[in-house]
């Protein structure tokens, strides 16, 4: 079984779900008193949170950076970052380490082929949902069509993020947000929804959406166990 290295969080509340799951499949997988090999670096997010509002992106990527060096030097086989925002800066913390970084777009657009889907739509912060970093992966590498929501939904969506599902705060009008927003995009003719936003599945479950929810926390954690074990 290969180390997996997370760089969590970003925040706490979904590092935790992480942990979980990765320990959880793994038991599922091996049986008996089997838990995985992790090594965890979790930063400061209230510093990371300031600087991606001020667009200082690069300072972001050095705290990474830094973090990444931290698990290899621990022990870590390969680096998982636990959160889908800060994969703006994945291609500078994997060329600053010689251990491989799994990238959390990878993995879930690779679980929405396996469904035969290829019109989604993508929730998650603004810079996940407006910038080139995320969607143009899952475009131009997976041939995925990317819906998201409209600018107004946008802001909503990303004020719940920060202000709500980071301090975990879980209330009743924003899920029900959550869910006109999805609806409307399935209306755009998205085929499933992608939670791009590591606290998103804190919110809205399965049974909220009448197409299939790609859960990126946990797709991103159980491709972490696949790895790990080596299949």
Not at 216 to 229: D, G, Q, S
Request: charged share 25%; with cysteine; hydrophobic share 40%.
């Amino acid at each position: 079984m290969k180390c997996i290295g997370l760089i969590g969080g970003m925040s706490w509340e979904s590092s935790c779900e992480y942990y979980r799951i990765v320990n959880e499949t793994v038991k599922d997988r091996l049986g008996g008193l089997h838990s995985a090999k992790i090594i965890m670096v979790s930063v400061d997010f209230a510093e990371i949170e300031i600087l991606q509002h001020e667009g200082r992106w690069d300072e972001t990527a050095r705290i990474l950076i830094a973090a990444a060096q931290s698990v290899e030097r621990g022990g870590g086989d390969f680096v998982v970052i636990c959160t889908n925002t800060m994969h703006k800066v994945a291609e500078d913390v994997q060329e600053q380490i010689q251990i491989p970084l799994l990238h959390i777009a990878d993995a879930t657009a690779d679980r929405i082929k396996s469904q035969g889907l290829s019109k989604v739509g993508l929730l998650g912060t603004k810079f996940t949902m407006e910038e080139c970093f995320y969607k143009d992966r899952l475009i131009e590498r997976h041939g995925l069509e990317i819906v998201i929501p409209t600018e107004s939904e946008r802001d909503n969506v990303h004020r719940v993020i920060y202000d709500e599902l980071c301090l975990g705060e879980i209330k009743g009008d924003s899920k029900e947000c959550y869910v006109q927003i999805m609806d409307r995009l399935v209306e755009e003719g998205a085929e499933g929804i992608i939670l791009g936003c590591t606290e998103i599945s804190l919110l809205v479950c399965q049974g909220d959406s009448p197409v299939p929810l790609f859960d990126t926390t946990r797709i991103h954690a159980e491709a972490a166990v696949e790895y790990a074990l080596g299949s």
